[in-house]
């Protein structure tokens, strides 16, 4: 599975960002999607996290509400939806895939380059 992020740039606080990740595998809907971000010095960290179907979801705290992801399997495409962004969202975000629905990195084997996201205060 190869994975394309994209999307990314400079927001204001309060502002909104569509990050979109393109998969180039004919089995895409056989995969959970998942969305990881790291900050300068930090490790990388869960954002959000959608089943096959897109019908189940999971989120992180700090972006529940205000972030949504979604996907188009006819599209191979999965999004994350970034809104109420913050300073502290500042990071480079990664999609990345794996064969069971997971908030945790060690389940994902496929991920994409990422794609830097820079929220100005």
């Known amino acids: 599975v190869q994975l394309q992020a994209s999307g990314g740039g400079l927001a204001q606080a309060g502002g909104s960002l569509r990050l979109f990740c393109a998969a180039s595998v004919r089995t895409f809907s056989r995969y959970a999607m998942g969305w990881f971000r790291q900050a300068p010095g930090k490790e990388r960290e869960f954002v959000a996290v959608?089943?096959?179907?897109?019908?189940?979801?999971l989120y992180a705290d700090s972006v529940k509400g205000r972030f949504t992801i979604s996907r188009d399997n006819a599209k191979n495409t999965v999004y994350l939806q970034m809104n109420s962004l913050k300073p502290e969202d500042t990071a480079v975000y990664y999609c990345?895939?794996?064969?069971?629905?997971?908030?945790?990195?060690?389940?994902?084997?496929?991920w994409g380059q990422g794609t830097l996201v820079t929220v100005s205060s």
């Open positions: 990345a895939a794996a064969q069971r629905f997971s908030e945790y990195p060690r389940e994902y084997h496929n």
């Open positions: 959608i089943n096959w179907s897109g019908g189940s979801t």
